[in-house]
């Protein structure tokens, strides 16, 4: 559940500025965000450990249907082995009294272990968003 109404919950999903606010892990910055909000539209995502050199991700947006449901696939560029495109599916339902309620769904995994990280990724970041959604 969000603290916002979906309409807000969408921009921050979908706004180039408000989602490099939260995207990704704890640690991580996002230096630059490229979108082209349409279905058929890509984009791509630079993300940038605290160590390390600076990755991307990179996808086509599917369905873009304001202020309730967003999908697109989702691939690392010079993949892991392990790796391949999933599916992201975000539905957003408004709960009546300001809130968002968001039904995420993330399909299409290689392997249990990769499933794992990119959960453990989704969850730092959602809790990074509700956070910004909350001040």
Known sequence: MFPAAPGVVF?????????????????????RVESDLRPGG?????????????FFLTGEFLEVEPPALLSYTFCWEDPDPEDRETIVILELHDDGTGSTRLVFVQGGFATEGRLALHD?????GFDKLEGLLRA
């Open 11 to 31: 921009q921050a999903l979908t706004d180039p500025v408000e989602l490099a606010k939260w995207w990704g892990p704890d640690g991580f910055c996002i230096p």
């Open 120 to 124: 453990e990724g989704w969850s730092q």
């Open 42 to 54: 890509v984009y791509r995502i630079e993300m940038q450990p605290p160590e390390g050199d600076s």
